[in-house]
């Protein structure tokens, strides 16, 4: 069933569990997100970019995400993922998305309230969820200082203040993720997740969790994050499994013997991340 991204993640801040926000692009990954969901019995969220709307359009995405999510007997929302403009932001809306993001996080504190607060507006209106970020998303290296973090890292009396003036539903926070491949080891500051947490009743949002460790998910869980974005570990699944089809076997042209496998073996990553985030079972 199709329910908003509030819906799905208030349930997960008041039982201490995290949901996949898992990206998607084309149909072998909806379908394999889906898949994994009921069979692990999990609420989930499918998430689109600016960029995969431009790849495949608002129509075709909203129309196989939606499809599934009716077909489905789990919760599935359907998510902007850092919406950036006015405009897309309206046609996910007026396409049916049930929550959107609104990524205001490169803007100066008072421009981020102010273009995440007419976001707010306009979309709970509509009945739609909203998630806004506060922090810059990028790794860091292990000997940088306090003062540099601080620059970086979500500041705790800064995200008070956000979500009392905005109204946001749930917000993304920096705390040493990246998107992408990291080519070090990421260093997450759980203190000051546990710090933010205390001082917001509200669900919080981890991005760029593709490579983080089993252990620090549960940990990241533990102290409070309840919607975990992956989409590098399941790009690699995809193309890993392609690559092997097409060296392995270069007489094969059948696009369903090519991205089938593929299928699997995304669906195969996203249980395994279900199981860690603690989502799987609570459908
Ligand atoms: O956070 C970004 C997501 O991985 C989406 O990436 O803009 O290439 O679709 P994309
Ligand atoms: P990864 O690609 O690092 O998993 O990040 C996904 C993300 O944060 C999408 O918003
Ligand atoms: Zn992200």
């Known amino acids: ?104 996080s490169h803007h100066p504190l008072e421009e981020n309230i102010k273009v995440t607060a007419d976001v707010v507006r306009i979309a709970h209106a509509a009945g739609v969820s909203v998630e806004a970020e506060l922090g810059r998303l990028s790794g860091v290296e292990d000997n940088i200082s306090v003062e540099e973090k601080d620059a970086i890292f979500t500041n ?20 040493g993720t990246a998107h ?13 997740l546990t710090e ?30 309840n919607k975990i974005n992956i989409d590098t570990d399941i790009r690699q699944a995809f193309a890993d499994a392609v690559r092997d089809v097409i060296v392995n076997k270069p007489e094969e042209f059948d696009p369903r013997k090519i991205c089938g496998p593929a299928r699997e073996a995304m669906k195969a990553v996203v249980v395994e991340k279900m199981r860690i985030f603690g989502c799987a079972g609570k459908a």
Not at 180 to 192: A, E, H, T, W
Not at 199 to 223: F, N, Y
Request: with cysteine; proline share 3%; aromatic share 6%.
């Open 156 to 175: 705790p009396d800064e995200a008070v203040v956000f979500v009392k003036e905005t109204g946001v539903d749930y917000l993304a926070i920096a705390i």
């Open 1 to 104: 069933m199709l329910v908003t991204g509030k819906e799905i993640l208030d349930h997960a801040h008041k039982n201490g569990y995290a949901v996949g926000a898992f990206n998607v692009n084309n149909m072998e990954i909806v379908q394999a997100i889906i898949a994994a969901a009921e069979q692990e019995k999990s609420p989930v969220i499918l998430q689109t970019s600016e960029g995969a709307i431009k790849y495949a359009g608002a129509d075709y995405l909203s129309a196989m995400v939606t499809l599934a999510a009716r077909k489905a007997s789990v919760p599935v929302a359907l998510h902007l993922d850092h919406g950036t403009s006015f405009n897309t932001i309206m046609t996910c809306i007026r396409n049916g998305w049930t929550s959107v993001m609104i990524d205001g």
């Open 196 to 225: 933010i947490k205390k001082r917001l009743d509200m669900p919080i949002v981890l991005h760029g969790a593709s490579g983080i460790g089993e252990e620090d998910l549960k940990k990241s869980v533990r102290l409070g994050i």
């Open 180 to 192: 992408g491949k990291y080519s070090g080891v990421p260093k997450l500051d759980f203190d000051r």
